[in-house]
T-cell receptor, first 115, second 113 residues
Framework: GAGVSQSPSNKVTEKGKDVELRCDPI?????LYWYRQSLGQGLEFLIY????????KSGLPSDRFSAERTGGSVSTLTIQRTQQEDSAVYLC?????????????FGSGTRLTVV | GDSVTQMEGPVTLSEEAFLTINCTYT??????LFWYVQYPGEGLQLLLK?????DKGSNKGFEATYRKETTSFHLEKGSVQVSDSAVYFC????????????FGKGTMLLVSP
C-alpha cells in the first residue's frame, strides 16, 4: 500500500480482555517495528521483525505481549489479559531494509484504552 | 545504553521567529541521527537525518548538523509558521548490533500568528 496501515485506529477494552492490533507495512518493506507511545514517556521500542523473524524480543514489557509477522508482510501485536498500564498509542513502522541509515515510515497508530 | 535527551516543551513562538530545539545523545561509535515530526492526530514523519559527523540534514526549511564533538543534533529553522506546530522527536540509530531507533521524549512546538 501507499503507507503503513494500522487497525483499529481506536480500541477500548475492559481490563483482563485480550486485544489484537494489526499493522500492514508498505509493500516491499522488509523491516517492521512496533513502538509504544505513552503520555510524557516518549516512544518505547517493543519489537522488530526482519522478514518474519524477530531477533530480539527483549523490549516487550511482559509475557502478556506477543507479536508475529507472516508472509513478510502483516504483523499482529497481541496483548493478553490487558491492564490499565497498557493504555497507550501503539505505533507500527516499516523500512525498506534493516540497517542503521534507514529512516522509518510510521503508521497513524492504534490508541488503546483499557478501562 | 544509548539515549537521547531533548529540551522539554512546550516551546511557544510567534510566527516568523527563529527556532532551536536542542538534542543531545549518548551512544558508542557513530550513530545515525534523525528528527521526526508528529502533527496533531497523525503518525510520525521523518523530517531529516544525518548519517555521519558534520553532515547537515535539511528539509522544509529545517536544518540540523551532526556534531560529534558535542554529541548534539540541534534542530533549527529561521522563520517558523503556524503550520509548524507539532511535536518534534530526536532519535538515533546505533552503528552496532541491531539498529532500531532510540527516541527522545519529544518537544512540543506551538506557533501563534
Amino acid at each position: 500500500g501507499a503507507g503503513v496501515s494500522q487497525s483499529p485506529s481506536n480500541k477500548v477494552t475492559e481490563k483482563g480482555k485480550d486485544v489484537e492490533l494489526r499493522c500492514d507495512p508498505i509493500s516491499g518493506h522488509t523491516a517492521l517495528y512496533w513502538y509504544r507511545q505513552s503520555l510524557g514517556q516518549g516512544l518505547e521500542f517493543l519489537i522488530y521483525f526482519q522478514g518474519n523473524s524477530a531477533p530480539d524480543k527483549s523490549g516487550l514489557p511482559s509475557d502478556r505481549f506477543s507479536a508475529e509477522r507472516t508472509g513478510g508482510s502483516v504483523s499482529t501485536l497481541t496483548i493478553q489479559r490487558t491492564q490499565q498500564e497498557d493504555s497507550a498509542v501503539y505505533l507500527c513502522a516499516s523500512s525498506l531494509e534493516w540497517g542503521q541509515h534507514y529512516g522509518y515510515t510510521f503508521g497513524s497508530g492504534t490508541r488503546l484504552t483499557v478501562v | 545504553g544509548d539515549s537521547v535527551t531533548q529540551m522539554e516543551g512546550p516551546v511557544t513562538l510567534s510566527e516568523e521567529a527563529f527556532l532551536t530545539i536542542n538534542c543531545t545523545y549518548t551512544a558508542t561509535g557513530y550513530p545515525s541521527l534523525f528528527w521526526y515530526v508528529q502533527y496533531p492526530g497523525e503518525g510520525l514523519q521523518l523530517l531529516l537525518k544525518a548519517t555521519k559527523a558534520d553532515d547537515k540534514g535539511s528539509n522544509k526549511g529545517f536544518e540540523a548538523t551532526y556534531r560529534k564533538e558535542t554529541t548534539s543534533f540541534h534542530l533549527e529553522k529561521g522563520s517558523v509558521q503556524v503550520s509548524d506546530s507539532a511535536v518534534y522527536f530526536c532519535a538515533l540509530s546505533a552503528d552496532s548490533g541491531y539498529s532500531t531507533l532510540t527516541f527522545g521524549k519529544g518537544t512540543m512546538l506551538l506557533v501563534s500568528p
